[in-house]
């Protein structure tokens, strides 16, 4: 896929990409509001966050000629029964504003689908301009938003909650 000048592809994820995941990870932890985490995700709790990617879970990555440069996770959302999987994007800060955030969120609804689930949320920060019009530009639409959802950084944040539902009520 090419937006610009460079090109890039997208993959499923392996061991081998973890420490790069982690890597973009552990900087939106220190210099965002993007994930709650205020701690660096460390090696041991890497391993158990890959470790717990199930049959109904999914990670991608997307790649140019310098590794990985962008990751996106599908997982069952919260509690056991509900037909709801989360995503989560994240593109490495230097290669954002390419569509990279765009083509990762595009392949985890067609892997939601495939993976036959009905509807697909995200929780984002509410000040996450980037997370939330990424969503909206791909259908999503805001549930509400839920006040004083975490503290971070000496502030309270608030967490909107989008949907995208992948079938049609019958
Ligand atoms: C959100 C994020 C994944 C977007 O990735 P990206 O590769 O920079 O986004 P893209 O270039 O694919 O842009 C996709 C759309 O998002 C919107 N967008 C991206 N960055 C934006 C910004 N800073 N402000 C407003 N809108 C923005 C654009 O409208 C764009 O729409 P278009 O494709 O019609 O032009 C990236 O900013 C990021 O990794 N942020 C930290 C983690 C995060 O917040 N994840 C989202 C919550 S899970």
């Known amino acids: 896929m ?4 460079r090109t890039f592809a997208i993959r499923s994820a392996t061991h081998e990409d973890l420490k790069a995941i982690v890597g973009i990870y552990n900087w ?19 391993a158990a966050w890959w470790e717990a990617h199930g049959k109904r879970s999914k990670l991608i990555v997307s ?11 599908l997982f069952p959302w919260n509690q056991r029964g509900f037909d709801i999987v989360e995503d989560l ?6 290669h954002q504003g390419r569509g990279i955030g765009r083509a990762l969120l595009a392949e985890l609804i067609k892997e939601a689908r495939g993976l036959g689930y009905r ?11 980037a997370g939330l019009q ?11 938003t839920i006040r004083d959802a975490a ?20």
């Open 63 to 73: 790649t140019d000629d310098g590794g990985v440069i962008g990751w996106a996770r």
């Open 119 to 129: 509807t697909i949320v995200a929780t984002i920060a509410t000040d996450n301009r």
């Open 151 to 170: 503290h971070k950084f000496d502030r309270w944040m608030d967490i909107t909650l989008v949907q995208l539902a992948l079938e049609e009520r019958s």
């Open 28 to 46: 939106a932890v220190n210099q965002t509001f993007a994930t709650i985490d205020s701690e660096p995700l460390g090696t041991e709790e890497a």
């Open 89 to 94: 994007v994240y593109v490495d800060p230097v």
């Open 134 to 144: 990424l969503h909206s530009k791909l259908g999503f639409e805001v549930v509400g």
């Open 2 to 5: 090419a937006r610009g000048t």
